[in-house]
């Protein structure tokens, strides 16, 4: 059975295959599509419990490669939203291993100016969507097992395995606030704000970004916190409502949307409330 494209779309995303695993246990009905330009590969299927049709893409790492390719999914799918789900680094002390991180916010951290007198930072970051945090906080409340902090998130062009580097250092003095540190988030959250969409980051810790992070790698903790991640996404997906509508009667479904068959002159009277005369023509379907 194949999910109908009619159906409100949410675009999940990961750069490796590990994350994408996880993301896909939750999906069911999946089929597989190519982008006609690019040649990205998404699987679109059913979220169960939900009215979204999900479109699960691997993207590889980096910034870059995440917001070209996130741009150009936004503009084939048109979804309602964008998350990118993965791992990350901790950037605390009192965030641990397979804890999950949702983003508030998200940074680029490698934005400046070199000057004589050091670097001047230019920071760049892009809010997560409210809407989406607030279904995020909603779902954790119900997962017992799941330790979220809902922090800031750095986006770095490095794999941070020292805590004591100067980049460590330049994020402590810049972006004190954020809570991890991964390599994608932020192009998916600039593509999305260009695109109008909403967007947020979730990432399950499987690190320290420290010196002990092959260790930590090496016992399993990036698919616990892969796991952990895309549980927390597909929970929040359960709570989420976008602005501006129903995702149970997305446009062109009739009740709740714009019914794309009628055509012409038209005024909707249901739900609506109207002050001094109105001249219509009143039709067999009400």
Known sequence: MSVPDTQPTVLVLTALALEYAAVRAHVEEREERTHPGDGTIVEL?????????????????????????????????????VLFVGVAGSLKD??????????????????????????????????????????????????????????????????????????????????????????????????????????????????HADAGKSADDGRGSQQRAAERAAAVACALLRKYRPRGGDPEHPAGSGEGGAREDRLGDHIDFRGGTFYGPVTGKRTGDG
């Open 94 to 207: 009192d965030i641990d291993l397979g804890d999950v991180v949702v983003g508030t916010k998200v940074y680029a951290i490698h934005g400046g100016k070199q000057t004589p007198e050091g670097l001047l930072v230019r920071p760049e970051a892009w809010s997560g969507s409210n809407a989406l945090v607030q279904a995020a906080r909603s779902a954790v409340r119900d997962m017992p097992d799941v330790r979220a902090h809902f922090k800031p998130i750095a986006t770095g062009d490095v794999v941070l395995a020292d805590d004591a580097s100067g980049i460590t250092r330049h994020i402590r003095r810049h972006y004190q606030d954020a809570a991890a540190i991964e390599m994608e988030g932020s192009g998916a959250a600039h593509a999305a704000h260009l695109g109008g969409v909403e967007a947020l980051v979730v990432r399950g810790v499987s690190d």
């Open 45 to 81: 299927g059913r979220l169960p419990g939900t009215p979204w049709r999900i479109a699960a893409a691997e993207l590889g790492e980096g910034a870059r490669n995440s917001a070209a390719l996130t741009a150009s999914l936004i503009g084939w799918l048109r979804p309602r939203a």
